[in-house]
């Protein structure tokens, strides 16, 4: 299907200015971004006209577990031990595959009507990911998520498994792909992270894990090793091909300089890392370092929602607070973060910013709405003021998944049933 | 006009409970509330289906510069003192009466797409603020903003100004109000302060202020006066007839027990404070201790949206962050907060609950949408997943002035034309 986007604004995130102009699509890749003079003449199966409004990469979403919807306010306002050992883990052990794959289902349509077209996603069952992400037309990027203690079976299961995802998923199906991942220093035995790293090292992959979410992580963490997450990780070998970070709020100069060093991304979660009272991460400090920087939501049910509006209206605004400093963590470095940083963070090199060649992830932000009005500034009236009623239109890999809210290629209702019933028979289990 | 709201879910805020239910409206009074069975026959001019949806009172904003729309991403990422005198202020001074008019008229329809049908509004040119809520069908509750220094003419003009809105704005149209106040502590002369507690025993009225905003003021009153704004104003009587604070970030113990004794509402807003690095208020704290909360968005100058979603998500999640303690500030507190303490705060006795008698100010929440599934907590849902996109519908003293993303009674596209052209004209006056 070719299509024309024209008579709009255009962010193409290769900078962050705004110029008139119109892109055209071939299949799920762009194949001209410009002026509307220069385009090439062609024939098309749809022209849109934004009216005005403006074009620009979709929003990618860093770190996740998006089959965590079913647990959506379900237990809120708990402290996180109490939370974490009492409701999310009994109920997580219930989880079937199928259950899994209505509910990643049900967080694509979230994602779409944010404008999001992209999740790192970490969670069980990743064929049953896989298989939600290709059916609902979302780009998914699985992340390992190993964890174990010091025994051989932990052993042999952890590294296996991510050896025979690593060669499942990558390769197959264009929109999804799998990097190497565990769950946290303090659920994998160290011995478990050595072979970890030995696959790095075997497939010159990038690492990535929960790093440093909450002060006594980072506490317990000393207490075993004498050293940090990010230090221990570094000392293992694990970032001699990069990765990345989730959360990383409680973070030493030593920790940023290691991920500056090695360009591991600093994947930030505001909304969660408030909601659990994590803390802040210390954003304007890694900015200044040169630390590599993304956006991700973490799962609704610690959020409660995968939007990356209220992500980035955070990132700025905690930054601000922490330092005592209404100047910091400026709009267009945070929106770039989440267009761009965020599609680097996850490998998805090709989805990072709209030029020929690059794949048809894009998002039209609706400025005919009373929040965007007037127009002094667009980058700061979407970070700052945006909301998810500014999404017009979402189109992943070519396809327009999301228009004036509706789905035109899902059926919303019959997702929302099925992962209501799921939920009950989930709960009566 | 007659309306009949059926086949849907009612939260009526008399209690934070769901029912199902029905409500009939009469021009801008509810007649009915209650089961459908019990609900009287009667012929309606519009039968709403509300297929499951939630009706609940509208949100109110209890502090708003509601015209400062016209600075919105003007300046941002700046430090306070900058942003105030060398961006705000200048452009202040230009702003003419129709310019005040037009954009709160803005304003408003930020207000209904967001479900929020009444603002607690300070600013310049109060005729045309009321003038402008009438126009678009808003509630406005108009606040006196005055100040001035240690002179006589300067005490005339801020007394007889409040006394003369006093009685011109109250008894007139019935969306319109006015109650006593002035700009703050530390742009008002304590001789004014005095005149203005004169004032408030005259007519047993309560008084409202900003009140310790930032650390800056609360330390300078101190300086001044040997003791915080509250205290001072406790002391001049200010508080006799109750009143409101708007922000109270840097609180003490003493301050809020006045607050608490008074029946004083402190308003808390939370997004500006943090936009602002102003710090967050310690509202844990008040409601133990039982001071009455409210919540506001204070301008889109400093927010930098009206919307009451992100209020709400903030005025708990960031207790949480401060409090370090994720059981801080439930959902259905600040629920009961944004709809039924703002109303109460401005004086709004008849539009907090939905009961028979009491104005029809109410809002339609769209549960038929990815962030609202499951249906585990509805109220929880509203607070830590919702956003402007669950805005369904918006009524506003029984008129619907906000359905599915447009606005019946109101030119949107016009609108947003005058305010752009009224911008321009400022910026090059």
Same mark, same amino acid.
Request: charged share 25%; glycine share 8%.
């Given at each position: 299907?070719?299509?024309?986007?024209?008579?709009?604004?255009?962010?193409?995130?290769?900078?962050?200015?705004?110029?008139?102009?119109?892109?055209?699509?071939? =299949?799920?890749?762009?194949?001209?971004?410009?002026?509307?003079?220069?385009?090439?003449?062609?024939?098309?199966?749809?022209?849109?006209?934004?009216?005005?409004?403006?074009?620009?990469?979709?929003?990618?979403?860093?770190?996740?577990?998006?089959?965590?919807?079913?647990?959506?306010?379900?237990? $809120? *306002?708990?402290?996180?031990?109490?939370?974490?050992?009492?409701?999310?883990?009994?109920?997580?052990? !219930?989880?079937?595959?199928?259950?899994?794959?209505?509910?990643?289902?049900?967080?694509?349509?979230?994602?779409?009507?944010? @404008?999001?077209?992209?999740?790192?996603?970490?969670?069980?069952?990743?064929?049953?990911?896989?298989?939600?992400?290709?059916?609902?037309?979302?780009?998914?990027?699985?992340?390992?998520?190993?964890?174990?203690?010091?025994?051989?079976?932990?052993?042999?299961?952890?590294?296996?498994?991510?050896?025979?995802?690593?060669? !499942?998923?990558?390769?197959? *199906?264009?929109?999804?792909?799998?990097?190497?991942?565990?769950?946290?220093?303090?659920?994998?035995?160290?011995?478990?992270?050595? =072979?970890? &790293?030995?696959?790095?090292?075997?497939?010159?992959?990038?690492?990535?894990?929960?790093?440093?979410?909450?002060?006594?992580?980072?506490?317990?963490?000393?207490?075993?090793?004498?050293?940090?997450?990010?230090?221990?990780?570094?000392?293992?070998?694990?970032? $001699?091909? =990069? @990765?990345?970070?989730?959360?990383?709020?409680?973070?030493?100069?030593?920790?940023?300089?290691?991920?500056?060093?090695?360009?591991?991304?600093?994947?930030?979660?505001?909304?969660?890392?408030?909601?659990?009272?994590?803390?802040?991460?210390?954003?304007?400090?890694?900015?200044? !370092?040169?630390?590599?920087?993304?956006?991700?939501?973490?799962? &609704? &049910?610690?959020?409660?929602?995968?939007?990356?509006?209220?992500?980035?209206?955070?990132?700025?605004?905690?930054?601000?607070?922490?330092?005592?400093?209404?100047?910091?963590?400026?709009?267009?470095?945070?929106?770039?973060?989440?267009?761009?940083?965020?599609?680097?963070?996850?490998?998805?090199?090709?989805?990072?910013?709209?030029? &020929? =060649?690059?794949?048809? $992830?894009?998002?039209?932000? $609706?400025?005919?709405?009373?929040?965007?009005?007037?127009?002094?500034?667009?980058?700061?009236?979407?970070?700052?003021?945006?909301? !998810?009623?500014?999404?017009?239109?979402?189109?992943?890999?070519?396809?327009?998944?999301?228009? *004036? @809210?509706?789905?035109?290629?899902?059926?919303?209702?019959?997702?929302?049933?099925?992962?209501?019933?799921?939920?009950?028979?989930?709960?009566?289990?």
């Amino acid at each position: 299907m070719k299509m024309r986007f024209y008579n709009g604004l255009v962010l193409t995130a290769e900078d962050m200015e705004i110029r008139s102009g119109e892109i055209h699509t071939d =299949g799920d890749t762009i194949t001209y971004v410009g002026g509307e003079k220069n385009a090439p003449a062609a024939k098309f199966d749809r022209e849109i006209n934004l009216q005005g409004n403006l074009i620009m990469p979709s929003f990618k979403n860093a770190h996740t577990h998006s089959a965590m919807v079913f647990l959506r306010s379900y237990a $809120d *306002d708990m402290p996180l031990q109490d939370w974490l050992f009492k409701q999310v883990f009994p109920m997580e052990d !219930k989880l079937t595959p199928d259950d899994v794959y209505i509910f990643t289902k049900l967080a694509a349509l979230e994602y779409f009507s944010g @404008g999001t077209t992209a999740c790192f996603d970490m969670y069980f069952y990743p064929e049953y990911i896989a298989k939600a992400g290709v059916d609902a037309g979302i780009r998914t990027v699985l992340c390992g998520s190993v964890s174990g203690g010091d025994n051989k079976a932990d052993y042999d299961s952890a590294i296996s498994r991510l050896e025979e995802y690593y060669n !499942k998923f990558n390769g197959g *199906d264009p929109l999804v792909s799998f990097k190497i991942g565990f769950h946290a220093e303090y659920t994998t035995h160290i011995s478990i992270m050595k =072979g970890i &790293a030995e696959l790095a090292h075997k497939y010159k992959q990038p690492v990535y894990t929960h790093n440093s979410e909450t002060a006594k992580e980072v506490r317990e963490c000393i207490e075993r090793h004498g050293k940090t997450p990010t230090a221990l990780m570094e000392e293992l070998g694990m970032f $001699d091909y =990069g @990765g990345g970070g989730f959360h990383c709020v409680h973070f030493t100069e030593e920790d940023m300089e290691i991920f500056r060093r090695r360009g591991v991304w600093a994947v930030t979660n505001p909304c969660s890392n408030c909601k659990l009272a994590s803390g802040i991460a210390p954003l304007v400090k890694m900015r200044e !370092k040169g630390v590599p920087l993304a956006i991700g939501t973490d799962g &609704a &049910a610690s959020n409660n929602a995968l939007d990356m509006f209220r992500e980035m209206y955070l990132a700025s605004t905690l930054q601000k607070i922490r330092e005592d400093d209404a100047s910091a963590m400026p709009a267009d470095a945070v929106l770039e973060m989440a267009v761009k940083g965020s599609a680097l963070a996850m490998g998805l090199s090709d989805c990072d910013v709209l030029a &020929a =060649g690059k794949k048809a $992830d894009m998002v039209v932000i $609706d400025l005919n709405t009373p929040n965007m009005q007037p127009l002094h500034n667009i980058v700061k009236n979407i970070v700052f003021a945006g909301n !998810k009623t500014n999404v017009k239109m979402t189109v992943s890999g070519g396809v327009i998944v999301y228009e *004036d @809210g509706k789905f035109p290629t899902l059926d919303a209702e019959k997702i929302y049933a099925e992962a209501n019933a799921a939920v009950k028979a989930l709960i009566e289990r």
